[in-house]
Structure formats: structure tokens, C-alpha cells
């Protein structure tokens, strides 16, 4: 079963509650914003029905029901929206997927895996076990995960990463400032050719290693600076020159 609403809204904040299943977020030119709540799950029509899906100003809200007897249907949310809209979205398991560009995105789930193109703002995104990743990242972000890995690309700005034992991947294509903790995940920053780094390790048993010079005078580098603060305990953290990565 497939239900459908439409709204015309220019700068939506958009809403979504869905336990399992899928989010997902897809582009369009105009300001029109439309709601497809989907399941293939058999005999899960009356969650399709029962879902409210409400609008006022310029928030629109869209919640699955999650009582007994309907957390193990699977249910698809799919919202057609503009590049200007700001998500906040709460999962059990459901993934949250965006084919496109948003403006904010704020993102709690349990186990589901959150995937960005492009978060232009600012983005908070926590997740226990699953994996997060942002193709074009935000100046503004913050991320947390216990096992989920973390892969944050073409970065600049403010980042914040705490993880317990899952493996975070930072591409930095610009100046900013990173902190970044993790127990015994592995932490790698890439950082772009032209970028000099400033660098703040600690550790208790895991190993550092640098192809940068870890000042920013001696680097022989007089672009944009990076400075990075990470704290490990038995995660090891790796600075690479970006165009050196295969």
C-alpha cells in the first residue's frame, strides 16, 4: 500500500518518527513537498493508514506508529523536498538515506545506518551500531556512534566525533578545527594538499603517525590551518595527505 500528500512549502523543517524501515530524502526544483508512506510488509496496511502525517507553518511532521504488533513491519518514508529543508529524524532500525542536499539534519537512531550526499549547515547525527556517513559535509557537525563507523568527507569547519570501537575516516578539505574521541576505534584525517595542521594526540596504548609535519610552521604550507585534537585509548590515529590515499 502506497499514500501520498502534498504541500507547498519553500523552507520546510520536516519531522519524522519511524521505528523500521527506511527514510529517505530526495531532491526537487520547486517548493513542493511530497510524503509517500510505502510498506511491502504483508498485513501492515493499517500502519500505512494509522501514520499521521500533519502540517503547520512551515513544519511538517510524519509519525509511523511503533505500538505492539506493528515494530516489525517495515514501513518506507520517502519525502520530495527542496535543497532548503531541515530534517529531524528519530529511528529503532530504520536507515536514514538523502539522495540530494538538506540544509540541517538532526538523526537519532538505534542500529540504522545514516547516509548524507551533502548537509550544507550544520548536522548532529547519533547512532549506537549503525554506520554514518556525509559525502559533502557541513561546517558545523557533530557525530556520535558506540561500534557504527564513522566517514565523514570534504570537511571544514567545526567537526565533533565520539565513538567507543567504531572506526572513523575524516576528509578535511578546509580549515577548521577537529575533535574527535574514541576507546578503540581507529582514527584516520585526511587532509588536502594545501592545508596546513596543527595537531593535539593523546593516547594510552594506541599508536600516531604522521606524513604531515605536525606543526603548522614547519609544514612549508602557508594555506588554510587545521587544527586536530584526538584522544584514544587503545585506538590507533593516522594523518594522511588526501592526494596520497589511492
Not at 190 to 200: A, H, K
Request: proline share 3%.
Amino acid at each position: 500500500m502506497q499514500r501520498n500528500e502534498t504541500f507547498t512549502i519553500a523552507s520546510p523543517h520536516i519531522e519524522i518518527d519511524n521505528a523500521s524501515g527506511r527514510v529517505e530524502f530526495v531532491n526537487r526544483d520547486d517548493a513542493t513537498v511530497v510524503v509517500m508512506v510505502e510498506t511491502g510488509s504483508p498485513n501492515a496496511d493499517e500502519i500505512v493508514e494509522a501514520t499521521k502525517i500533519v502540517a503547520h507553518g512551515n513544519v511538517i511532521k510524519v509519525s509511523v506508529p511503533n505500538r505492539s504488533g506493528f515494530r516489525k513491519r517495515e514501513i518506507l518514508v520517502r519525502i520530495t523536498m527542496p535543497s532548503s529543508a531541515t530534517v529531524n529524524v528519530s529511528t529503532v532500525t530504520a536507515d536514514v538515506e538523502c539522495h540530494g542536499s538538506v540544509e540541517q539534519a538532526n538523526v537519532k537512531t538505534l542500529s540504522g545506518d545514516i547516509c548524507f550526499d551533502t548537509v550544507v549547515a550544520s548536522a548532529e547525527l547519533k547512532s549506537i551500531s549503525g554506520d554514518i556517513e556525509i559525502a559533502h559535509s557541513p561546517s558545523n557537525i557533530s557525530v556520535t556512534t558506540t561500534s557504527g563507523n564513522i566517514r565523514l568527507n570534504h570537511f571544514s569547519g567545526q567537526c565533533k566525533v565520539k565513538s567507543v570501537s567504531g572506526d572513523c575516516l575524516l576528509h578535511a578539505s578546509g580549515a577548521g578545527e577537529i575533535n574527535v574521541k574514541t576507546v578503540s576505534g581507529d582514527v584516520t584525517v585526511l587532509v588536502e594538499p594545501d592545508i596546513e595542521i596543527d595537531v593535539e594526540v593523546q593516547s594510552v596504548s594506541g599508536r600516531m603517525s604522521s606524513e604531515i609535519a605536525l606543526e603548522a610552521a614547519a609544514s612549508g604550507v602557508t594555506g588554510p590551518s587545521l587544527t586536530i585534537h584526538s584522544r584514544t585509548v587503545s585506538g590507533d590515529v593516522q594523518i594522511r595527505r588526501a592526494s596520497l590515499v589511492g
